[in-house]
């Protein structure tokens, strides 16, 4: 076993269905900060695994996000997925500020008054799939279009764009040094296409987001075009990204646990309870996210950080914290309603929270309500995983009813 501060080799490439990485878990089990070695970047990183502790590292001014520009982080892709000028590596006061005007379009009463328009598009497309009879790719027919058409829909960018900028999202997710100069170009493009649009919405405001957020204000603060551009490419890259994995996972678990299907058919009013607990439970994406760097000496659960040190926080393992949530491994339908780290925390937390949630509810609620006796038209054993990017999300779920 490597000694307490040599570095131990994470490739994080476990994609087993939805099973716990045997690697994350034996560093959760070390009980303290263990020095990781990643895929790219220059330097070795600290992990912390706890609970309390990434909540820590999640609100420490001395642990700089910013920092971190510039440099060639330990990370999980071959590009860095994140933009120098994107909120994810801003630290306060600017972070907050930003934070603060993009938040103003998605209160709960602003995603309320979209849930319509996201109840419709998911009709529409479970009417297609009804349409097209079983069995059917759930994956094809609402895993992937219902999040990408949502926020794209949402963000006011014409139909007939939408294949172009998908195509160019996903080039920013996959792994290996052979799609670095792809995604380079890919991020290029889409940030000069978005920065056109909000200049068309400062001149030609609609009712999209583009135009809510430019309509953000607090006092004499606003957005400026760029930090506009950044955030519509980092709503954008979340449709294509997390609610997409999440909707085809959490249908993975209730076709393969009836007990859970049976849960949300007998008691339909508890759905957002129910996906809070199985949003916690599932490992959503491989690894570890974006690093912090010290910017002095400190100490954290027990080991001296240097200034200069990348720190690494795992939000899987924070939710499967078991002092935090007993028999964390389980999902357990009346646990007591905890935060859980799905969605980030404290400075980092996603903005955009509430639209995801209510893009889950739509798509499983309806999906639950409309096709009663849905199932796996294969054993689960057959189903092929996503082995090429980061997250974790099964390729195709055909489904039958």
């Not at 027990?302 to 990348?310: K, L, N, Q, T």
């Amino acid at each position: 076993m490597p000694g307490d501060h040599e570095p131990i080799t994470c490739p994080f490439d476990y994609s087993e269905a939805l099973e716990f990485d045997p690697a994350l878990a034996d560093l959760m089990r070390r009980g303290s900060p263990a020095r990781i070695r990643l895929p790219y970047g220059d330097a070795d990183a600290w992990l912390i695994t706890g609970f309390e502790s990434v909540k820590q590292v999640t609100t420490d001014q001395r642990l700089s996000r910013a920092g971190i520009i510039g440099l060639d982080y330990p990370r999980m892709t071959a590009e860095p997925i994140v933009s120098p000028e994107s909120i994810n590596v801003m630290d306060p006061p600017h972070s907050s500020r930003v934070r603060h005007l993009a938040s103003q379009a998605f209160t709960q009463q602003h995603v309320d008054g979209m849930r319509q328009r996201i109840v419709r598009l998911a009709d529409q497309l479970l009417d297609e799939m009804e349409q097209e009879g079983p069995p059917a790719d759930l994956v094809r027919h609402l895993s992937d279009p219902l999040p990408q058409h949502t926020v794209l829909d949402l963000l006011g960018i014409e139909r007939q764009e939408w294949p172009r900028i998908q195509e160019s999202l996903h080039q920013l997710l996959v792994v290996g040094a052979d799609n670095k100069k792809t995604a380079a170009t890919a991020k290029a493009d889409l940030t000069a296409y978005f920065g056109k649009l909000v200049e068309q919405r400062r001149t030609s405001p609609g009712s999209d987001l583009i135009s809510a957020m430019a309509a953000a204000r607090d006092g004499e603060e606003q957005l400026d075009d760029r930090e506009l551009a950044v955030m519509t490419l980092m709503l954008a890259l979340s449709g294509q990204d997390t609610a997409t994995c999440q909707i085809s996972d959490i249908v993975y678990l209730l076709l393969t646990r009836p007990e859970l299907m049976e849960h949300l058919r007998r008691r339909p009013e508890t759905l957002t309870d129910v996906l809070h607990e199985m949003l916690r439970y599932i490992p959503f994406r491989k690894g570890v996210g974006i690093p912090r760097v010290a910017l002095e000496d400190m100490e954290l659960d027990g080991v001296r950080i240097r200034a200069g040190d990348f720190v690494h926080v795992s939000y899987l393992t924070a939710n499967r914290d078991p002092e935090r949530y007993p028999n964390p491994h389980a999902i357990e339908l009346d646990r007591p309603n905890s935060p859980h780290m799905t969605f980030g925390w404290g400075g980092h937390r996603c903005i955009a929270m509430p639209l995801a949630m209510a893009e889950l509810e739509v798509a499983i609620g309806r999906l639950v309500e409309r096709f009663p006796g849905l199932r796996l038209a294969v054993p689960p054993e057959e189903l092929q995983w996503d082995t090429r990017t980061i997250r974790r999300f099964p390729l195709e779920l055909p489904v039958a009813w």
